[in-house]
């Protein structure tokens, strides 16, 4: 059965948080002021479990989702992760994946490919060891971040993908060694714009680098040329360089906004679903699944949602929309 929503999108991806807990502070996403120790992260059970995780993606993989993304806050921090991937590579999806701020990977990378996924996702925002630890605001080292990509790359998570999020006048001077570091490597950078994703990262205008400009950057010193997505909904657009040495990926929310090929659906590491990484409320699935409901049940439930949904936040971003009291990146996940 094929799910599909008011414009027509099929719902084909869900990203899982299973846990709201990170030990980085990326001013984007969970700026330390907001996200210090009287912060009250969510109790263990309140977490979904890996089983209820499963059943709840097997339900989903009924319904169409063909592939799966692990995230959190950082998803590594969670015990057992391994588990989880191995209970989910067992559900036969299409593809499997993992992001992280890769500062636990350079240990867990082998295990995490023998326990069944795929590929990784790494946030690197900088290779300059003082802008990186500053924006990720606990002076981790750039190079352990390095050590996990490498990792990931010898234990087959391939391609890498990693996501650098360009903020104007904070790291904006490092694409073009971003992009130089990984070319030829095999691995793929995202470059992506600053969003306005939840309520607390003070996001302004003036601080987005516009898709354009990180294009033109790096174009004038190695042409790049456009080529086709690798399936419909793919959040990235691809530019692949005319010299052969690999390709780039460009995440364009606020000067190109996607909403019309958006196929995704993000379940929190307590179980609320959302139907947009901008939204405003989502639908409490943990209560349904401790109390008897069948997966019949949980399918209904999936489907009004989807069939009812409408969400084009980026195609409608205003200075009003921008103060919505959006769900946080660290709860859902990016
Ligand atoms: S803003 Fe919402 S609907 Fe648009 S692409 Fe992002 S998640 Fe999808």
Redesign the pocket.
């Known amino acids: 059965m094929k799910l599909a929503d008011t414009r027509g999108?099929a719902l084909r991806d869900l990203r899982i948080s299973i846990t709201d807990r990170c030990n980085f502070r990326c001013s984007y996403c969970m700026p330390k002021e907001i996200f210090n120790r009287e912060y009250e992260f969510l109790q263990r059970d309140l977490l979904l479990t890996f089983e209820e995780i499963t059943r709840l993606t097997s339900v989903f993989k009924g319904l169409g989702v063909e592939k799966v993304r692990i995230t959190g806050g950082e998803p590594l921090l969670r015990r057992g992760v391994e588990r989880l991937v191995a209970d989910l590579a067992g559900l036969g999806l299409d593809d499997l994946t993992l992001t992280t701020n890769g500062s636990l990977l350079r240990r867990r990378a082998a295990a995490l490919a023998e326990a069944g996924l795929r590929r990784v996702t790494v946030s690197l925002d900088s290779l300059d060891p003082a802008v990186f630890a500053a924006m990720n605001d606990v002076d981790f080292p750039v190079s352990d971040v390095l050590e996990g990509i490498e990792a990931a790359v010898a234990a087959g998570l391939t391609p890498v993908k990693v996501n650098m999020v360009v903020k104007r006048g904070v790291n904006d001077d490092g694409i073009l060694a971003m992009a130089e570091h990984f070319r030829g490597s095999g691995n793929i950078v995202r470059f992506i714009e600053f969003m306005d994703v939840g309520s607390s990262n003070g996001w302004r205008l003036d601080d987005v680098v516009p898709a354009q400009e990180i294009l033109d950057t790096i174009s004038a010193k190695h042409p790049i040329r456009p080529v086709a997505a690798n399936y419909p909904g793919e959040?990235a657009t691809r530019w692949q360089y005319v010299d052969g040495q690999g390709e780039i990926g460009l995440v364009t929310?606020i000067s190109k906004?996607?909403?019309a090929?958006?196929?995704?659906a993000?379940l929190s590491a307590e179980g609320v679903l959302y139907?947009?990484?901008?939204?405003t409320s989502g639908v409490d699935f943990r209560a349904p699944l401790r109390s008897g409901a069948s997966d019949d049940d949980l399918r209904q439930m999936i489907a009004e949602l989807w069939e009812a949904r409408t969400?084009?936040?980026?195609?409608l971003?205003s200075g009003v929309t921008v103060n919505l009291p959006k769900v946080e990146m660290s709860y859902i996940g990016g």
């Open positions: 999108r959040v929310s906004p996607f909403c090929g958006c196929t995704r993000r139907t947009c990484l901008f939204a969400d084009r936040y980026s195609e971003r």
